[in-house]
């Protein structure tokens, strides 16, 4: 018998899973907890998805709706703040508080902690009309502190593996982003624009 996750195979990533700069195949690294990293190209483009995934009645793995997609020069804003998530996990384990923590990492992506939670959320976030502050959405996934250092490894894994993820720069680096205009009118930087 179908279930009806059987019916969409385009929710599926590819059983082969991206090439990787030496020609192996690739297709997720388990992080805990049901979360998987994976990498995979979509209109040529290589993009990193930290995902929740689930089994089917058939005992089919999927990915689910519950996660986040890093295209590349978001995955190069992610890497700056590894350091700092790890750092605040390991001072939260020597004196077990966890402190606020809130960071951009592009196009509505932000990587929270909270101290009533002993997770890291990494979610989408719209501003609601007449609003100025952004409000999380349902779209994201949430990392236990436990396997934190299993994403963190992860991610140095596919990084040495991808020559687009390894030479990749935030987009504020790039050379257009010296007008203020510009990076004022950049998607991935100011999603939120009636808020400047």
């Known amino acids: 018998m179908l279930d009806k996750y059987d019916l969409v195979p385009a929710l599926r990533s590819s059983d082969s899973g991206e090439q990787t700069d030496d020609g192996e ?3 997720k690294i388990h992080i805990g907890a049901e979360r998987y990293l994976s990498v995979t190209r979509f209109k040529n483009e290589l993009r990193v998805h930290i995902r929740r995934h689930e089994k089917t009645a058939s005992g ?3 990915p689910t709706k519950m996660g ?3 295209p590349v020069k978001r995955f190069a804003r992610f890497l700056d703040v590894l350091s700092e998530v790890t750092d605040r996990i390991a001072a939260a384990t020597l004196d ?3 402190l ?5 990492i592009g196009g509505g992506i932000f990587v929270t902690m909270d101290p009533n939670f002993k997770v890291v959320n990494l979610r989408l976030y719209f501003r609601p009309e007449g609003t100025t502050k952004p409000i ?3 779209c994201g996934v949430t990392i236990k502190l436990d396997n934190w250092r299993n994403l963190v490894q992860a991610v140095e894994k596919v990084s040495s593996c991808y020559h687009e993820l390894r030479d990749a720069s935030p987009c504020y680096m790039d050379d257009d ?3 203020q205009m510009v990076m004022h009118d950049c998607n991935e930087c ?6 400047l």
């Not at 100011?190 to 808020?195: D, L, M």
């Open 190 to 195: 100011t999603p939120f624009k009636e808020i």
């Open 100 to 104: 606020e923590y809130r960071r951009h």
């Open 96 to 98: 077990s508080q966890i």
């Open 68 to 70: 986040v997609c890093l």
């Open 177 to 179: 982003h010296m007008n």
């Open 25 to 27: 195949n690739f297709n």
């Open 136 to 138: 999380p959405t349902r």
């Open 60 to 62: 089919r793995d999927y």
